[in-house]
C-alpha cells in the first residue's frame, strides 16, 4: 500500500495560481498510474488529470491549457500546476494512485477560487 498526503491548496482570486502536491509514504516509479480528481460541494468526484509512469497524461476538457500534472519520482511526489483559475475550479482535490487491483486517496486538500 501507499499513503498520499496533499498540500498546496488554498484561497485565491479568479486568474491566480496554485500549485498542488502529493506526497508518498514510498516509492512512486513502480506505480502505473496516478491522478487528481474533484469533488465540488454537492457534485460527485471526477477525474481532473492522469499521469503514467511512462509520463503519458490526460485531461478533463475543462481544465486543458490551463493545469499541467507532472511527477517526481526521485522526490515520490505528484504535482498538479493550476493556471488562470475560475470559480468553477473550487473543489476539494483528491490525489489518487492505482495499484493492480486496488487504489489508494489522500484526505484532500481545498481550492477556493472566488474575488
Known amino acids: 500500500q501507499v499513503q498520499l498526503v496533499e498540500s498546496g491548496g488554498g484561497l485565491v482570486q479568479p486568474g491566480e495560481s496554485l500549485r498542488l502536491s502529493c506526497a508518498a509514504s514510498?516509492?512512486?516509479?513502480?506505480?502505473?498510474?496516478m491522478g487528481w480528481y474533484r469533488q465540488a460541494p454537492g457534485k460527485e468526484r471526477g477525474l481532473v488529470a492522469r499521469i503514467t509512469s511512462g509520463g503519458s497524461t490526460n485531461y478533463v476538457d475543462s481544465v486543458k491549457g490551463r493545469f499541467t500534472i507532472s511527477r517526481d519520482n526521485a522526490k515520490n511526489t505528484m504535482y498538479l500546476q493550476m493556471n488562470s483559475l475560475k470559480p468553477e475550479d473550487t473543489a476539494v482535490y483528491y490525489c489518487n494512485a492505482l495499484l493492480g487491483f486496488s487504489q489508494a486517496w489522500g484526505q484532500g486538500t481545498q481550492v477556493t477560487v472566488s474575488s
Open positions: 514510498r516509492s512512486i516509479s513502480s506505480i502505473d498510474a
